[in-house]
């Protein structure tokens, strides 16, 4: 951020935080413990959150794994051929 947008800020009151996220610190000592979730309700909602998952099908990935091995086999070529062609071209050029 440069000094035209942090002036910008400053006079738009932009670099105050707001009242609603103004967040004050808890004094020592008196720490809010977080209730911990227990193993059969983080399991459920596990769950719950993969029946919302939108799975590809058997076709989906077939289509997708062959696409990723054609791309894998054409990279691999072609750096192959380039690691293959400037290796014969320093060794052309220090006989």
Same mark, same amino acid.
Do not use: C, H
């Given at each position: 951020?440069?000094?035209?947008?942090?002036?910008?800020?400053?006079?738009?009151?932009? #670099?105050? @935080?707001?009242?609603?996220?103004?967040?004050?610190?808890?004094? @020592?000592?008196?720490?809010?413990?977080?209730?911990?979730?227990?193993?059969?309700?983080?399991?459920?909602?596990?769950?719950?959150?993969?029946?919302?998952?939108?799975?590809?099908?058997?076709?989906?990935?077939?289509?997708?794994?062959?696409?990723?091995?054609?791309?894998?086999?054409?990279?691999?070529?072609?750096?192959?051929?380039? #690691?293959?062609?400037?290796?014969?071209?320093?060794?052309?050029?220090?006989?």
């Amino acid at each position: 951020m440069n000094r035209q947008s942090k002036r910008m800020m400053e006079r738009q009151g932009g #670099d105050q @935080p707001r009242a609603a996220e103004r967040r004050t610190r808890p004094q @020592p000592g008196t720490e809010v413990k977080k209730e911990r979730t227990g193993l059969r309700q983080f399991f459920s909602e596990v769950r719950s959150e993969l029946k919302k998952v939108a799975w590809p099908n058997r076709q989906e990935v077939i289509n997708s794994t062959v696409v990723v091995l054609i791309a894998i086999v054409f990279m691999t070529t072609l750096i192959f051929g380039y #690691d293959y062609l400037s290796s014969k071209f320093v060794l052309f050029l220090f006989k």
